[in-house]
């Protein structure tokens, strides 16, 4: 399966953007999807995640702020992010992981929050 990432631009401050991972195939062959990020610099960290169950969770840092979703029907998985800080600011990476199998990356896409 491959997945493929979009949604990423340029937002202020305060802004809002939606990201959306599309696999090629059932995402509900996966166990987990969600979202890495990397800053220049930084080493890539967790951002969100959900089950095939749809238990979430988030790092602290967007916790009340990002939110994600997963679409079976669509095979996508949503990350919608709300009051973007300047420290947002990264590449976006969707994953999905398989019981037994390597994790699946999709390219990444890059977000930028400035004034």
């Known amino acids: 399966v491959q997945l493929q990432a979009s949604g990423g631009g340029l937002v202020r401050p305060g802004g809002s953007l939606r990201l959306s991972c599309a696999a090629s195939?059932?995402?509900?062959?996966?166990?987990?999807m969600g979202w890495y990020r990397q800053a220049p610099g930084n080493r890539r960290e967790l951002v969100a995640a959900?089950?095939?169950?749809?238990?979430?969770n988030y790092a602290a840092s967007v916790k009340g702020r990002f939110t994600i979703s997963r679409d079976d029907s669509k095979n996508t998985v949503d990350l919608q992010m709300n009051s973007l800080k300047v420290e947002d600011t990264a590449v976006y990476f969707c994953y999905a992981d398989r019981v037994g199998q390597v994790r699946s990356w999709g390219q990444g896409t890059q977000v930028t929050v400035s004034s």
């Open positions: 195939g059932s995402i509900g062959d996966f166990n987990i």
């Open positions: 959900i089950t095939s169950l749809g238990n979430t």
